[in-house]
């Protein structure tokens, strides 16, 4: 079943024009990559699939509703940032809570949620501390265990892993990785720069790109397998980027 759906999907800020008929879907339990040069919309469009920014034109599906107007919380949605966005003041405990008690659920199914989260990121032992206490890479687990807390329909990632170092790096990206498979039906839609995280993460990548002739407007140059797209690229662009065989 289709989770996402983007039709002639728009995005100018103010009169610049940056993303232009952006047309996809990914499947339920799809893990869907996007790729692209830095500054070509990938953020922007993760944004708005999550509510934080809006469409200028376009239709915007999540799990067969239309979310245009619906806030980000309502959205079925969760976000995890490559900058944490942890709440320094709070505990582990009430960075992952904090969502739940918005969405005003009983405090035993909260703790439960919680503690469960932090069994499989292996962040039991480091609840009570703040995040200030922790290294970045548990940082990031404490991220990503808020966001699993929420029990989305789909996970975004806007480059999760780019402020941790190599061998954390590869660690974490295994944990995405078995998070998905253990979250059956759950989406992902991933963000990165780099080609082995997209390559080996991916079910599907979207490869986004500036469009020829209008400056700064960036659109979909192809979807389609990593192997689809390292063999039989669309374009010298995607096979450039990719870094195809001539
Ligand atoms: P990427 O994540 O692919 O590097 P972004 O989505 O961050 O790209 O940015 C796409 C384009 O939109 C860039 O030209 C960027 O400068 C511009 N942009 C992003 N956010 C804003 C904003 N809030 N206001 C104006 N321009 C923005
Ligand atoms: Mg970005």
Avoid: W
């Amino acid at each position: 079943m289709c989770q996402i759906q983007l039709t002639q999907l728009q995005k100018r800020f103010g009169a610049t024009p940056v993303l232009a008929d952006v047309n996809l879907t990914v499947e339920e339990g799809e893990f869907c990559v996007f790729i692209g040069p830095s500054g070509c919309g990938k953020s922007t469009l993760l944004r708005i699939i999550a509510g934080l920014d809006d469409a200028s034109a376009g239709d915007i599906v999540i799990g067969g509703r239309r979310v245009n107007d619906v806030a980000p919380a309502r959205r079925d949605v969760a976000m995890v940032f490559q900058s944490y966005a942890l709440y320094p003041h709070m505990t582990v405990y009430e960075n992952m809570a904090f969502g739940l008690r918005h969405l005003k659920l009983p405090a035993a199914e909260i703790e439960q949620r919680v503690r469960r989260a932090a069994e499989s990121l292996h962040l039991t032992a480091l609840l009570d501390r703040k995040p200030g206490a922790l290294s970045g890479g548990q940082r990031q687990r404490v991220a990503i265990g808020r966001a699993i807390v929420r029990k989305p329909k789909v996970f975004l990632f806007d480059e999760p892993l780019s402020n941790l170092d190599a061998s954390l790096r590869v660690k974490t990206r295994v944990e995405i990785a078995r998070l998905h498979r253990e979250l059956n039906n759950t989406s992902m839609i991933y963000v990165t720069h780099d080609q082995v995280e997209a390559m080996t993460l991916a079910d599907k990548i979207v490869l986004l790109r500036p469009l020829e002739g209008k400056s700064g407007v960036a659109s979909v140059a192809q979807v389609g397998s990593p192997l689809e797209l390292y063999h039989h690229p669309a374009n010298q662009f995607v096979a450039g980027f990719i870094g195809s065989p001539a």
